[in-house]
Nanobody, 115 residues
């Protein structure tokens, strides 16, 4: 499975941004699709995960501001970032898990929020 992320960039605090990630080579075997992020000097952390047939789990720090959606036909996961804050600055990684519990990561896309 290969993941190709797009979007990201520089945005002012309070603004909005979107990123997307397309999975190829997985067929319809993706159970979970979502996003993690890693800020400089910090560990990678969950942003939001959409589990097929279940609820979407979000980190407390982004609840009400970020939205994870997915298009199963396109095997694409999206992250809409609203009301961004400087502390949202990080490299955002897309993540997928298939029916066999194998996990795959995208290459990461930088999101920078200016104050």
């Amino acid at each position: 499975v290969q993941l190709q992320a797009s979007g990201g960039g520089l945005v002012q605090a309070g603004g909005s941004l979107s990123v997307s990630c397309a999975a190829s080579g997985s067929g319809s075997n993706l159970v979970a699709m979502g996003w993690y992020r890693q800020a400089p000097g910090k560990q990678r952390e969950l942003v939001g995960i959409d589990t097929r047939g279940g609820t979407t789990e979000y980190a407390d720090s982004v609840k009400g501001r970020f939205t994870v959606t997915r298009n199963n036909t396109k095997n694409t996961v999206y992250l809409q970032l609203n009301s961004v804050k400087p502390e949202d600055t990080a490299v955002y990684f897309c993540y997928v898990r298939d029916w066999y519990s194998r996990t795959y990561w995208g290459q990461g896309t930088q999101v920078t929020v200016s104050s």
